[in-house]
Each structure stands twice: as C-alpha cells, then as structure tokens.
C-alpha cells in the first residue's frame, strides 16, 4: 500500500513512484514527498503530501 511506509516511520519520505492510467495503460512517474502533521503533543493527526509529474523531465 502507498504511503504505508510513512505511516510505519512517522518521518518524511521523498522518492519517485510509479504509476499506470487504467484507461489507456500509460505510464507517468511522480516526485512525492510525504510528511506527518502534528498536534502539539506531537501526535502524528494526519498526513501532507505533494505529488509533481516528473514524466516528461530532461
């Protein structure tokens, strides 16, 4: 499961992931980072992520 890694570590995780589009079988790879929110007490309440297409990168 994506992001299961995060969940586990309860630290930021940044890599590329893959992906396929169901509908027309293509391909596109991402750059997502993924961080916990936090409360003050530091329990981890939530999760921010950004996700940018890097398919098309130099």
Do not use: W
């Not at 916990?36 to 890097?54: F, H, K, N």
């Amino acid at each position: 499961m994506k992001g299961r890694y995060f969940s586990l570590r309860g630290t930021s995780v940044a890599r590329d992931e893959r992906d396929i589009i169901k509908e027309s079988g293509e391909e596109r790879v991402y750059f997502t980072i993924k961080s916990p929110l936090r409360e003050a007490s530091g329990t981890i309440v939530g999760m921010c992520g950004l996700s940018i297409d890097i398919t098309n990168r130099g």
